[in-house]
């Protein structure tokens, strides 16, 4: 497979992931072999309808999934560290400290019979012994000035019903900064949120993660979002990894079908507002049962009489430096593409 060109120490380095839902002889594969690196202070997206095993991923690089899906093969290493080797026991203390995750919910996330300043302490002191309360306090309330909640004193002794979902999902981020991580794993942070708090979270975030110097892995379905946010994109369909670059590359010059279908559904500010948004038709194929040939392959409007398409699943390949895409005709995509006027 081919592997965009980045610096030989990675931060985060998942290769050949595969993780299954069930025994070898009965099971299936939900992620089927991804490979990624996140560089220290990097931003990268991965995006992908639902069912796409995003945030399966995101679980796993956590240690957080559970019988019946286990990891068949791969690497995790952070810092250079093999994760999938842990035990439970070392899992728990890397967790929350070296890498933290900022989940979907707050409100399934935080207790509700804790207050917020109880929460946050528990986090630090569960990986920093010997602080006093007076400390711990202290702490949680930099903590919470640091992703700009008002009164910080005072919400100390909130609890969590008594903050709006803006404030609950930004305690979450203050929990996850808690023990200043390497990396933060966000799993659609802003879903549940409208859409002015969802700005005001994700401005939060990124300045918070600049600030503390780590880098941020974002889960999400929202193609703005990523260009507003990530350095790289990786995107996700069928379990695997069918295109990755940089934003701008992806976003200007898509080279895979089912990209180039989430960036056309997306309203543009220079288009015609009576337009209509072009979908995406069928639905993504059963883990379980995947088509022959090409994942994508039954919604894709280039395999029409393709031979290719049917007979073989294409791999991730470069196809220009640092861009890589998993389709037969990448290139003609893109060509495709300029006759038809929408590459810029």
């Known amino acids: 497979m081919a592997m965009l060109a980045n610096s030989p120490q990675p931060l985060l380095d998942v290769q050949g992931l595969v993780v299954r839902i069930g025994s070898k002889a009965t099971g299936f594969d939900v992620v089927r072999g991804v490979s990624f690196q996140v560089q220290p202070g990097e931003t990268v997206c991965i995006v992908g309808e639902s069912g796409s095993g995003k945030t399966l991923t995101a679980l796993t690089l956590l240690g957080l999934h559970a019988d019946p899906v286990r990891i068949a093969s791969g690497r995790i290493a952070l810092d250079g560290a093999d994760l999938i080797s842990l035990s439970e026991r070392d899992f728990a203390a890397l967790r929350g400290d070296r890498i933290a995750m900022v989940f979907q919910d707050p409100m399934t996330s935080l207790n509700p019979v804790l207050t917020i300043g109880e929460q946050i302490s528990e986090v630090i002191s569960a990986h920093r012994e010997g602080l006093g309360r007076s400390q711990l306090?202290?702490?949680?309330?930099?903590?919470?000035?640091?992703?700009?909640?008002?009164?910080?004193?005072?919400?100390?002794?909130?609890?969590?019903?008594?903050?709006?979902?803006?404030?609950?999902?930004?305690?979450?981020?203050?929990?996850?900064?808690?023990?200043?991580?390497?990396?933060?794993?966000?799993?659609?942070?802003?879903?549940?949120?409208?859409?002015?708090?969802?700005?005001?979270?994700?401005?939060?975030?990124?300045?918070?993660?600049?600030?503390?110097?780590?880098?941020?892995?974002?889960?999400?379905?929202?193609?703005?979002?990523?260009?507003?946010?990530?350095?790289?994109?990786?995107?996700?369909?069928?379990?695997?990894?069918?295109?990755?670059?940089?934003?701008?590359?992806?976003?200007?010059?898509?080279?895979?079908?089912?990209?180039?279908?989430?960036?056309?559904?997306?309203?543009?500010?220079d288009g015609d507002p009576d337009a209509a948004l072009e979908a995406l038709g069928g639905e993504p194929p059963r883990l379980s049962n995947l088509p022959p040939g090409c994942s994508f392959r039954p919604r894709c409007k280039l395999s029409a009489g393709r031979a290719a398409c049917t007979r073989e699943d294409p791999q991730l390949r470069e196809i220009t430096v640092g861009h890589a895409a998993a389709c037969h005709f990448a290139e003609e995509l893109v060509d495709q593409m300029i006759l038809q006027g929408d590459a810029p």
Request: glycine share 6%; aromatic share 4%.
């Open 137 to 269: 306090r202290a702490e949680a309330v930099d903590l919470l000035k640091l992703v700009g909640i008002p009164a910080a004193a005072e919400r100390l002794d909130a609890y969590p019903h008594q903050l709006s979902g803006g404030m609950r999902q930004r305690i979450l981020i203050a929990i996850a900064l808690a023990n200043q991580p390497r990396v933060i794993v966000a799993d659609e942070p802003t879903t549940a949120l409208d859409v002015t708090i969802q700005a005001q979270v994700m401005d939060v975030m990124r300045a918070a993660v600049a600030k503390s110097g780590a880098a941020l892995l974002l889960i999400t379905h929202d193609m703005g979002l990523v260009a507003e946010t990530a350095d790289r994109v990786l995107v996700m369909y069928a379990g695997r990894i069918v295109e990755s670059g940089s934003v701008y590359d992806v976003f200007r010059e898509p080279r895979h079908p089912y990209t180039r279908a989430l960036l056309s559904s997306i309203p543009r500010v």
